[in-house]
């Protein structure tokens, strides 16, 4: 597992559900006449050893069955994860198309009530035992309405930005996933190490940033993203730029987590975790590309 990456597959939920439990042995044991008696259980003995002999033909017939792959043992597959994904997807696109319909007053509280909500419910997901596809669903909603709001107050300052954000997060993700399955890009311990480091630097920059905005103390929409300049060239550019680094990392151990996932066997449940949690970091790509390119066109 790539610890150290998205939290949501970190937990222990998800990480505890790719652990294949013991199995349990049987063996013959005795009733107080000392008879055989079946199924009782006894440390150390062979499961079989539990249940009445088979005859040849019904070992025959066993054998010739073919073996049950993922979808029929209900473990998770890589086709679990791509249908919910898409069910994510298309919920979260119906509720940016419905802030993008609405009256401008609304579609600005929408876009608060989705951040907020968003932010709740995917905290909620993030430490429930058990993945809940409604809590899912409606997390995608909520940061559909986020999104599609910020993007009609973006593009209505800068036309054009909201197209290029989902053209460049639609490439961002192909080409990492195309390293990914290549295998030139890989979640080593050495590069989680320094995204670790350099999302937490992140971070700290992100709450300083917002708290001068909310003070005043930065007249900028952008705070010092956009008021900062090094070599005539905005801080935010910079920020930007290591942020979809730090998004599209993330993605390869989101990819990581849900490879191994489905190699030892994680219940299919499990695929909607997967599924809430390369949402959670596609959101995250798209708010840093279309602020870079907002931060872009407005120091033209």
Not at 67 to 72: D, F, L, R, S, Y
Not at 74 to 96: H, Q
Not at 168 to 177: D, E, I, M, Q
Not at 273 to 299: H, P
């Amino acid at each position: 597992m790539a610890l150290g990456g998205n939290p949501i597959f970190n937990g222990k939920n998800f990480r505890g559900a790719t652990q294949a439990p013991p199995v349990p042995s049987y063996s013959h044991g005795q009733n107080q006449y000392g008879q055989p008696q079946y199924g009782q259980p006894q440390y150390g003995q062979p499961a079989w050893a539990a249940q009445p002999q088979m005859t040849s033909d019904q070992l025959q017939q066993m054998y010739n069955q073919p073996a049950a792959g993922p979808a029929e043992t209900g473990r998770m597959t890589f086709d679990d994860v791509i249908v919910k994904t898409a069910a994510c997807l298309a919920v979260l696109l119906l509720g940016a198309a419905v802030t993008l319909f609405v009256a401008p007053g609304t579609a600005s509280l929408l876009m608060i009530v989705g951040a907020l909500g968003g932010f709740a419910l995917g905290m909620v997901n993030s430490f429930k035992k058990q993945p809940s596809p409604a809590l899912i669903l409606t997390y995608a909603g909520l940061e559909g309405l986020f999104l599609g709001g910020l993007t009609r107050l973006l593009d209505g300052m800068f036309p054009g930005v909201g197209l290029q954000a989902v053209i460049g997060t639609l490439a961002v993700f192909g080409v990492t996933l195309a390293l990914f399955k290549s295998g030139k890009v890989r979640a080593t311990p050495k590069a989680i190490r320094f995204f670790m480091i350099a999302t937490l630097g992140y971070l700290v920059f992100a709450v300083i940033n917002m708290v001068l905005v909310w003070t005043g103390a930065v007249q900028s929409p952008f705070g010092l993203s956009s008021s900062v300049h090094i070599f005539g060239i905005p801080l935010g550019v910079f920020i930007g730029i290591l942020a979809i680094g730090l998004a599209a990392f993330s993605l390869v151990m989101d990819f990581t987590s849900i490879e191994q996932g489905v190699r030892q066997g994680a219940p299919e449940k499990y695929s909607w975790t997967a599924a809430f949690g390369l949402t959670v970091t596609l959101v995250w790509l798209y708010v840093e590309i279309i602020r870079l390119l907002a931060i872009l066109r407005g120091d033209d």
